[in-house]
């Protein structure tokens, strides 16, 4: 017995969308039938992005998303679901990370990183879940999902990224959180916890001296690609997931149990 997953007739929002594995979530979603809502600040890389879905038979909608502004984060879902529809599928993916000690940790990077990691994926979260409750009140079979995307980092502690690991932490504890008080309404809500990905950002970096020391310290000594991840963002994003809730799922080729 064989199953397909088709996300026709879906609306997944994709926040982070403007590069990384953001973009590669929103392709992933568009090429199983879902129309996607683009949001994130380079509003110019996101119309890039919706040309690319739309030229492979894909539907894209570009909204404007500052996760650190609470007024554009109820602004820019509220614009989603005016352009697209309701949404059925959060994936919660705005993420900045900064590389030093902890001693050396500002006011303003601790700022930084956690109003992003944390305080944007709450109320980016929680905004779309007011309106997904909303709906389940009316009809008590809909189903909607939420992947906070949260990082090995949240599991163990990676040097140099100290702050980044504790706001990757904070997601994991907040999906289990929103995962108890949110299932009664339909509405699940999972984790991925992504180990080293090589993306446009770190590319250079993992092809360095350093790079690729740290790569020689990895369990089968190499990184991910966006596509390795395709197949659990699906699982989540499905219907048929509909058993999995609260769920923290590492896609790190082992290193958080190394």
């Known amino acids: 017995m064989g199953i397909e997953v088709n996300f026709e007739g879906k609306i997944a929002l994709i926040t982070g969308a403007s590069s990384g594995l953001g973009a590669r979530f929103a392709k992933v979603l568009a090429q199983a039938g879902a129309q996607v809502v683009l949001a994130a600040r380079r509003v110019e890389r996101l119309k890039e992005l919706r040309a690319e879905i739309e030229a492979e038979g894909g539907a894209a909608h570009v909204v404007t998303l500052d996760v650190t502004d609470y007024a554009s984060i109820k602004s820019a879902i ?42 944007g994926a709450f109320f980016v979260a929680q905004e779309t879940a007011k309106r997904m409750i909303a709906r389940a009140k009316g009809d008590p079979k809909k189903q909607h999902r939420i992947i906070n995307i949260a990082s090995v980092a949240g599991m163990r502690v990676l040097p140099q990224i100290g702050i980044y690991c504790v706001s990757k932490a904070a997601v994991i504890h907040m ?42 310290m990895l369990p089968r000594k190499r990184v991910g690609k966006p596509e390795d991840l395709d197949g659990l963002l699906l699982l989540l994003a499905a219907e048929e997931s509909h058993f999995i809730n609260g769920a923290i799922v590492s896609a790190d080729d082992g290193l958080s149990v190394q």
């Open 78 to 119: 509220a614009h989603a679901e005016t352009e697209a529809g309701p949404i059925d599928i959060l994936v919660n993916n705005s993420g900045v990370s900064t590389t030093q000690r902890l001693v050396d940790v500002t006011p303003e990077d601790y700022a930084y990183v956690m109003d992003t990691n944390q305080r």
């Open 175 to 216: 999906t289990k959180s929103m995962a108890v008080e949110w299932g009664k309404y339909g509405i699940n809500v999972n984790a991925i916890c992504p180990g080293y990905i090589s993306t446009e950002i770190n590319t250079e970096y993992f092809n360095s001296e350093h790079g690729q020391q740290l790569i020689n």
